[in-house]
């Protein structure tokens, strides 16, 4: 019943800007942590932001300083301003929901291509 739909992923110029959005629907637990995750060829999925329902907010230290995660509680929304692009920031992006209630539920988005390049 969980769907997660993503967009905004493309090409991009180094020092470019992307937004990327998430959007969720189905019922989900209020008290939950969104996130981002990406993966490139050849490398082992990770953790990029996360922000929780109450506004707290964590980064990648590979990001941190030119990624911004934001949510909108009543919308079921996750974005992810991102700037200052570099190419080692090519990847699929996905978007991620988990309740913190136990038993803890996850759900995944299908994942955005971002492609870093000149």
């Known amino acids: 019943q969980v769907q997660l739909v993503e967009s905004g992923g493309g090409l991009v110029q180094p020092g470019g800007s992307l937004t990327l959005s998430c959007a969720a629907s189905g019922n989900i637990l209020s008290l939950n942590v969104m996130r981002w995750y990406r993966q490139a060829p050849g490398k082992q999925r990770e953790l990029v932001a996360a922000i929780t329902s109450g506004g707290r907010t964590n980064y990648a230290d590979s990001v941190k300083g030119r990624f911004t995660i934001s949510r909108d509680n009543a919308k079921n929304m996750v974005y992810m301003q991102m700037n200052s692009l570099k190419p080692e920031d090519t990847a699929v992006y996905y978007c991620?929901?988990?309740?913190?209630?136990?038993?803890?539920?996850?759900?995944w988005g299908q994942g955005t291509q971002v492609t870093v390049s000149s």
């Open positions: 991620n929901i988990e309740t913190i209630v136990v038993p803890t539920r996850s759900y």
